[in-house]
């Protein structure tokens, strides 16, 4: 067991360090960095203490299960492709372009724009420390390098969370659609319970679209995602 934990330490040290080069300092980084420096200390140590032994284990399947839950409901869309509007939900930048796992959310989205040409595109995210570009502005000019025509896209410089990106999004869409309107919102598929379950709070009726997380952010984005899972139901934000 000693070189599992090793093992899985190392990888996840690895791993954490290579997301500093590919995307933002975030707090799933810190956090999988964290982790992997415990799992390398404890199956270093030659000293076995009885509640680690049992706690370590307990605690990493716990993860695995909630990962895998995440994944396998995020992956299950509900669009049905005749929503009016997309929402993309924001995430970070790095020198003003989208990281790879926003591509991916903006990719879903152009291919959705483009099998449907009345639909309109929100994308929503604010200035995040270090950037001069928001995120609703690199998503723009992602999507418009990508065929999409710059009117039918509606953009939220100011949103610094879900909840926010859905609210201004539905604000936006309330000026320029019929009463009555639907909506699917895309975000990666770790991201998906989460922001649905933001959305029912919000008092916003979307269904939702996944996109797929790129391999080697897979690590990084789950344990991110079950902390922020975890302050969602215990502080409701």
Avoid: C
Avoid at 11 to 27: F, S
Avoid at 76 to 81: C, K, L, M, P, V
Avoid at 165 to 174: E, F, I, M, T, Y
């Amino acid at each position: 067991m000693s070189v599992l934990w090793v093992a899985l330490g190392a990888v996840l040290v690895v791993d954490a360090l290579v997301m500093l080069r590919v995307t933002a300092l975030h707090t799933g980084i810190v956090a999988t960095f964290v982790l992997g420096l415990l799992y390398l200390a404890h199956g270093l140590s030659r000293r076995r203490v009885r509640w680690l032994r049992i706690l370590v284990p307990a605690g990493t399947a716990l993860l695995v299960a909630l990962s895998a839950v995440l994944a396998v409901v995020g992956s299950r869309d509900t669009a049905t492709g005749d929503e009016d509007a997309v929402v993309v939900l924001g995430t970070l930048v790095k020198d003003g372009e989208p990281t790879p796992a926003l591509r991916a959310r903006l990719d879903v989205a152009a291919a959705y724009a483009a099998s449907h040409p009345d639909t309109l595109v929100v994308v929503a995210g604010g200035l995040a420390p270090g950037e001069d570009v928001t995120e609703a502005r690199a998503m723009q000019r992602y999507l418009v390098a990508h065929g999409v025509a710059e009117d039918r896209i509606l953009r939220d410089d100011t949103s610094t969370s879900t909840s926010e990106n859905l609210a201004h999004a539905r604000d936006l869409l309330d000026t320029r659609l019929a009463p009555g309107y639907t909506t699917t919102f895309v975000t990666n598929e770790y991201h998906v319970v989460r922001a649905a379950g933001i959305a029912r709070q919000a008092g916003v009726d979307a269904t939702h679209v996944h996109a797929p997380t790129p391999w080697y952010e897979v690590p990084v984005d789950y344990v991110r995602e079950t902390l922020a899972l975890g302050k969602l139901v215990l502080l409701r934000r």
